[in-house]
């Protein structure tokens, strides 16, 4: 069975560019959650959808945004990249908002 | 705001050996806890999980302990293998919460 998947793998983008990142879930499983990993630390969540609605927003800008699409695939969109938001993206995928969570392997954005 | 940390940043263990990585946690909320390994290029990988009406949860060579006194747990890894080599994070969360909050990590590191 296929886990998560994520897209692209690695990213370079310059400092002022905007970014989309792509996440597709687990097959069944309705909910997807974002998190950012700065190198040496733990992740750290920035949104979680639930059947296309958003049900939690971590303490990001509103540079970052998100969505959930009727497949319960997802995307994250961040404007006006800065150097600090160079990190590995990950999304994760539950059956319920509020179920175990599945990680993919995760964007790399580097920002120059 | 409250947060999940680890007591021991790095840790060295003999290969065969058991290993015990610890984690204290601040939220008194908090009554669901993951253990996740992230290996180098990877997303976290689900270890197990233990809710907060126990105290003591088996896997396959994994135990999780938790203390609700002192608001601490523990993973143990027994008989470790090289592929045991990662990072491991803690996690919370609570029921009806949308996030999971993840520790800095430890890194584990089995010598041959």
């Known amino acids: 069975d296929a886990g998560v998947t994520q897209s692209p793998t690695h990213l370079i983008k310059t400092r002022g560019q905007h970014v989309t990142l792509r996440c597709s879930p687990i097959?069944?499983?309705?909910?997807v959650s974002w998190y950012q990993q700065v190198l040496g630390q733990g992740p750290q969540f920035i949104f979680q959808y639930y059947e296309k609605e958003e049900r939690g927003r971590g303490n990001f800008p509103d540079r970052f945004s998100a969505r959930q699409f009727p497949n319960y695939s997802s995307e994250l969109n961040v404007n006006a990249l800065l150097l600090g938001d160079s990190a590995l993206y990950l999304c994760?995928?539950?059956?319920?908002?509020?179920?175990?969570?599945?990680f993919g392997p995760g964007t790399r954005l580097t920002v120059l | 705001g409250e947060s999940v940390g680890l007591h021991l940043p790095t840790l060295s263990v003999q290969e065969g050996d058991n290993s015990i990585i610890n984690c204290a946690y601040s939220?008194?909320?908090?009554?669901?806890f993951i253990w996740y390994k992230q290996e180098s290029g990877k997303g976290p990988q689900f270890i197990i999980d233990?809710?907060?009406?126990?105290d003591k949860r088996q896997g396959q060579r994994v135990t999780v302990l938790l203390n609700k006194t002192v608001k601490h747990l523990s993973l143990q890894i027994a008989a470790t293998q090289p592929g045991d080599s990662a990072v491991y994070f803690c996690?919370?969360?609570?029921?009806?919460?949308?996030?999971?909050?993840f520790g800095t990590g430890t890194r584990l590191t089995i010598i041959p």
């Open positions: 097959s069944g499983h309705k909910s």
């Open positions: 939220n008194s909320a908090s009554d669901y």
């Open positions: 233990i809710r907060s009406n126990m």
């Open positions: 994760a995928s539950s059956w319920r908002a509020d179920n175990e969570q599945f």
């Open positions: 996690a919370e969360t609570y029921f009806g919460n949308e996030k999971l909050t």
